[in-house]
């Protein structure tokens, strides 16, 4: 079974500051993606990263970069110089190789809030 | 334009009613996905597809249907909403390959009263 475990409801940030968002990941699948996604108040799911499970080096995407911890099936968000605008609700989500027509598995999500 | 274009945007709607929620993409993909998001529970699949003759359930299918008219074009169906379908519906679509993401419509937020 897949499984996809966020286990911070909510975070806090100050602003300017760098702040990680834990993943966990359960599958047997030995190739598998990695993705994390941003949720604005404004409702649309905005794709930030991907993270494949052989790639040797952790992925980076300008602020965003994942952690990518193979042995622990972990893959936290680590965000670094937090804005105001950072204010989400963040998704990280597993897609196995073996995964019927490339679908998606979710975590419940992490609300981080950035304040000033 | 967006690539992937639900409607409507927003729904309010009685109890017993019939629905439809309309999903249209420009960027060519064969995978098309419907989840339900509902607070602290994440994104759940409800259908998703790889054309028109292939259609399959996701984990919470029961009181939905869907149609895929044509590679473009992915149709999700309440029909006969109750209440705790109350939610908001996404569409997605992927290209094919474990490196590629899905890419969400805005999303339709549906009431049912």
């Known amino acids: 079974a897949q499984k996809i475990t966020q286990t911070q409801p909510g975070m806090f940030v100050q602003e300017k500051e760098a702040v990680t968002l834990d993943c966990t990941y359960d599958?047997?699948?030995?190739?598998?993606?990695l993705f994390w996604y941003k949720q604005p108040s404004s409702g649309e799911m905005i794709f930030l990263i991907y993270q494949g499970s052989y790639d040797q080096q952790n992925a980076t995407e300008g602020r965003y970069s994942l952690n990518f911890q193979k042995a622990r099936k972990s893959a936290n968000l680590v965000i670094s110089a937090s804005q105001l605008g950072d204010s989400a609700m963040y998704f990280c989500a597993m897609k196995p190789r073996g995964s019927t027509l490339g679908r998606l598995y979710f975590g419940r999500g992490t609300q981080l809030t950035v304040w000033p | 334009d967006a690539d992937v274009t639900q409607t409507p945007r927003n729904r309010i709607t009685k109890t017993g009613k019939r629905i439809m929620l309309e999903c249209s993409q420009t960027k060519g993909h064969d995978r098309m996905y419907w989840y339900r998001q509902d607070p602290g529970l994440g994104l759940r699949l409800i259908y998703y597809?790889?054309?028109?003759?292939?259609?399959n359930k996701g984990e919470i299918s029961d009181g939905y249907s869907v149609s895929r008219q044509a590679q473009a074009k992915f149709s999700l169906s309440l029909e006969s909403a109750i209440p705790n379908q109350t939610a908001l519906y996404f569409c997605?679509?992927?290209?094919?390959?474990?490196?590629?993401?899905?890419?969400f419509g805005d999303g339709t937020r549906l009431s049912i009263l």
């Open positions: 599958t047997s699948d030995p190739s598998y993606g």
């Open positions: 597809s790889f054309d028109v003759k292939d259609i």
């Open positions: 997605a679509t992927s290209d094919w390959g474990t490196n590629q993401p899905q890419h």
